[in-house]
């Protein structure tokens, strides 16, 4: 199982920022994908998540309106569109899944616990 983020960048305060995340060795159809995220002195929090199994999404509050999470099965892609980006969205951003682990669903999607696989990470960093 292989998760690997691309798409982070320098971006200024407004700007928008794609990531991606490619999955390997598992189909994405029956798990969850998670973006989290990490500023340096930070805990690691939750972005936002994909349940593939039933199609439900949901966001941390202060990225609602501004963050997009879809999924492309076929492609084995979990794309998170970024827009309006503060400074305060800088941080290390990772891709996670629940395979072998979990489920995640509607209680747990945040919590990092119920991920089992996880990505290297993609830097974000959002200049004011």
């Known amino acids: 199982v292989q998760l690997v983020e691309s798409g982070g960048g320098l971006v200024q305060a407004g700007g928008s920022l794609p990531l991606s995340c490619t999955a390997s060795e598992f189909a994405l159809d029956d798990y969850a994908i998670g973006w989290f995220r990490q500023a340096p002195g930070e805990e690691r929090e939750g972005v936002a998540c994909i349940v593939n199994i039933d199609g439900g999404t949901y966001y941390k509050d202060s990225v609602k309106g501004r963050f997009t999470i879809s999924s492309d099965n076929a492609e084995k892609k979990v794309y998170l569109q970024m827009d309006c980006l503060k400074p305060e969205d800088t941080a290390l951003y990772y891709c996670?899944?629940?395979?072998?682990?979990?489920?995640?669903?509607?209680?747990?999607?945040?919590?990092?616990?119920?991920?089992?696989?996880w990505g290297q990470g993609t830097q974000v960093t959002v200049s004011s």
């Open positions: 996670a899944t629940d395979y072998g682990s979990g489920p995640v669903g509607a209680h747990t999607h945040a919590e990092y616990w119920y991920f089992g696989h």
